[in-house]
C-alpha cells in the first residue's frame, strides 16, 4: 500500500485534538485526525442522558459559539457542536484508526496504524498526540475484575430496575451514576475506599447523595476495598478486616482512567517514573523526540483529572502559534 504523506498527524480526535488541527490549519497546514474510535470518543461513551459539569463557553473551540438548550450542554448537544466545528473547518479525520507505533524516517516520522483497511503507514513532519485516557480505565488488580458483569463505564440506570448494583468508587462520576441508578430503581450501594467523599464532589451532588445515604436509600461502604469479583457477587472488605459478600447484578467500577504510556514508551518519549509526566517543552509542547508533540491531560501524567476540555483546548496554539517563526511556514 503507498504510504501517504501529510503536514501534521494529529493522534486523537476528541476535543484538544480537533481544537489543535484547527490552530494547524490557521498557520497554513493541512492536517490528518486519527482516532482509535469514533470522532470525540470519549463523549460517545458518556451516557446518553449525561449534562456536562461546566457551561459551554468553556468547551468552546476554534471561536466558534456553542449553543445549547440549558446552562450546561447536554451529550447529544456536544456531539452535534463537535461534529459541526469539524465540518466548519474542513478538518480532514479518519476514524477507528490506531496509532501503533512511530520511528524516525530521515527528516520525516513514519506512523504505523491500524484500521477498517488494515495496516497503513503515513509519513508526516510533525506528529501531536491527543489521545487523552478515557480507552484506558484503572484496575483494581484482584479477581474477576473481568467478568462480564463488571463495567468500567456507566451506561444508564434504566438497566439496572429491579437488580442488585454495585458501585465502586466515590468521586463525581461514581456519585452521580448512584444517583442515577437509585432513581431508575435499582437496589444500590457504593463501595469506596476512603473515610467519606472528598472535597473536590460537586456541590449539587454532595446533599443529594449524602441525603439519599442518611435515609438508608443508598446504602454505602466507606473504607472498604474490593478483594474479588465473583459470579453475581462482589467480595469487599471493610476496615482491613469485616470481609462480607455482597449480591450484584452488575457491577459499575468508576474509578478513573489512565494515559495509554506504553505507546509513549514505544514511540520514545521520556517519562518521569514518579509521576508519569513526559518530557516536554513547555513553550512549544514538543517531547524530547523530534517532531512529537502533546497536547490535553496526556501532558499531566498520571494526574490526568489536572486537564480537561477547559484548560486543555488552548494547547494547539502553544504548538502551532509560532509555527512559522519556528518552521519556515508549510512543511510539506
Known sequence: MEQQTHDVLIAGAGPIGIACAISAKRVGLDPLV????????????????????????LLEIGGHPFPCSGAKPRRDEALKYYRGVVRA??????????????????????ADVAGPAGSETFRCRALVLATGYFDHPNLLDVP?????????????GHRSFGRKVVVVGGKNSAIEATLELYRAGAD??????????????????RPDIENRIEAGEIRALFRTDVVRFEEQSIVVCTNGQNEQTL????????????????????????????????ALDPE???????????????TA????????????????????????ERNGGKLS
Do not use: C
Not at 40 to 54: A, E, G, R
Not at 188 to 205: A, G, I, P
Not at 268 to 277: A, S
Open 144 to 156: 474477576g475484575e473481568d467478568l462480564p458483569h463488571v463495567f468500567s463505564r456507566f451506561d444508564e
Open 89 to 110: 473547518e474542513g478538518i480532514r479525520t479518519q476514524t477507528y484508526t490506531k496509532l501503533q507505533n512511530v520511528t524516525r524516517d530521515g527528516d520525516m516520522l513514519r
Open 188 to 205: 444500590v450501594t457504593m463501595v469506596y475506599r476512603h473515610h467519606e467523599f472528598r472535597s473536590t464532589v460537586k456541590y449539587w451532588l
Open 301 to 324: 501524567g498520571n494526574k490526568v483529572s489536572e486537564i480537561f476540555i477547559e484548560n486543555g483546548r488552548f494547547d494547539g496554539e502553544k504548538i502551532f502559534g509560532g509555527w512559522n
Open 247 to 278: 449480591e450484584a447484578d452488575r457491577v459499575y467500577k468508576l474509578i478513573g482512567y489512565r494515559p495509554g504510556q506504553d505507546l509513549f514508551r514505544r514511540i520514545g518519549i521520556t517519562l518521569d517514573p514518579r509521576n508519569g509526566k513526559p
Open 34 to 57: 486519527i482516532d482509535a474510535g469514533a470522532l470525540v470518543n470519549s463523549i460517545v461513551h458518556y451516557p446518553p442522558q449525561m449534562v456536562f459539569f461546566t457551561t459551554p463557553e
Open 284 to 298: 512549544t509542547f514538543e517531547t524530547n523526540v523530534p517532531g512529537v508533540y502533546m497536547a490535553g491531560s496526556i
